[in-house]
């Protein structure tokens, strides 16, 4: 049975993408 309530994630912008990423890299510290 497929999976219908599966949640689309929108195209984030790289702009927001890059931010996403920095926050994170600090997170690991």
Do not use: A
Request: glycine share 0%.
């Amino acid at each position: 049975m497929p999976n219908l309530k599966k949640k689309r994630r929108k195209k984030m912008s790289k702009h927001k993408r890059k931010k996403r990423l920095r926050r994170d890299r600090h997170k690991k510290k």
